[in-house]
T-cell receptor
Framework: QQQVKQSPQSLIVQKGGISIINCAYENTAFDYFPWYQQFPGKGPALLIAIRPDVSEKKEGRFTISFNKSAKQFSLHIMDSQPGDSATYFC????????????FGKGTKLTVNP | SQTIHQWPATLVQPVGSPLSLECTVEGTSNPNLYWYRQAAGRGLQLLFYSVGIGQISSEVPQNLSASRPQDRQFILSSKKLLLSDSGFYLCASATGNNQPQHFGDGTRLSIL
């Protein structure tokens, strides 16, 4: 199965709150799990990525949690800010990311001031 | 670091007309190159990818084709556009194996 299932479809959070977006996959050959952030009219920008040899990766306010046995990974945005309002995509691939990326359908995050 | 250029940014074309979208990459050599299509409210669908000049793999049978005439140039084409070809077309580049993909800012294509 090549699908990556992403939820929720949309998310509204108050400024300072925690935003959590979840993804699940089926293909156990996937070994690279990036998150992309996309603003309207722009291409997706790589935000943070994780490989299955670690369970968590943190970069500033952004954290990926990875559960290999459950085949799930999630993005946590701490202290969410209005500037974080964007669409977030999870993705997965094998062979480290230069191979074909399979994307989730995206989560539109709105952070209210 | 690499920079991905796409043009035009927006394009309106009549049904049945031809198409040529161009993507060029700066700051790297021999990249892996990709064309994606993003439909409204949906994720990104991989259309084509290329690991070198003249080497194109097609992921989805469709009305489109791709070519890579130079190392850092990737072109998406169609001989006759369909209404269903409307969408946001994104080019991506990876500097090599085990490297992440980075995207250009896309071309929004509307078919009338």
């Amino acid at each position: 199965q090549q699908q990556v299932k992403q939820s929720p479809q949309s998310l509204i959070v108050q400024k300072g709150g925690i935003s959590i977006i979840n993804c699940a996959y089926e293909n156990t050959a996937f070994d690279y799990f990036p998150w992309y952030q996309q603003f309207p009219g722009k291409g997706p920008a790589l935000l943070i990525a994780i490989r299955p040899d670690v369970s968590e990766k943190k970069e500033g306010r952004f954290t990926i949690s990875f559960n290999k046995s459950a085949k799930q990974f999630s993005l946590h945005i701490m202290d969410s800010q209005p500037g974080d309002s964007a669409t977030y995509f999870c993705a997965a691939s094998n062979q480290g990311g230069s191979e074909k990326l399979v994307f989730g359908k995206g989560t539109k995050l709105t952070v209210n001031p | 670091s690499q920079t991905i250029h796409q043009w035009p940014a927006t394009l309106v074309q009549p049904v049945g007309s031809p198409l040529s979208l161009e993507c060029t990459v700066e700051g790297t050599s021999n990249p892996n190159l990709y064309w994606y299509r993003q439909a409204a409210g949906r994720g990104l669908q991989l259309l084509f990818y290329s690991v070198g000049i003249g080497q194109i793999s097609s992921e989805v049978p469709q009305n489109l084709s791709a070519s890579r005439p130079q190392d850092r140039q990737f072109i998406l084409s169609s001989k006759k556009l369909l209404l269903s070809d409307s969408g946001f077309y994104l080019c991506a580049s990876a500097t090599g194996n085990n490297q992440p993909q980075h995207f250009g800012d896309g071309t929004r294509l509307s078919i009338l």
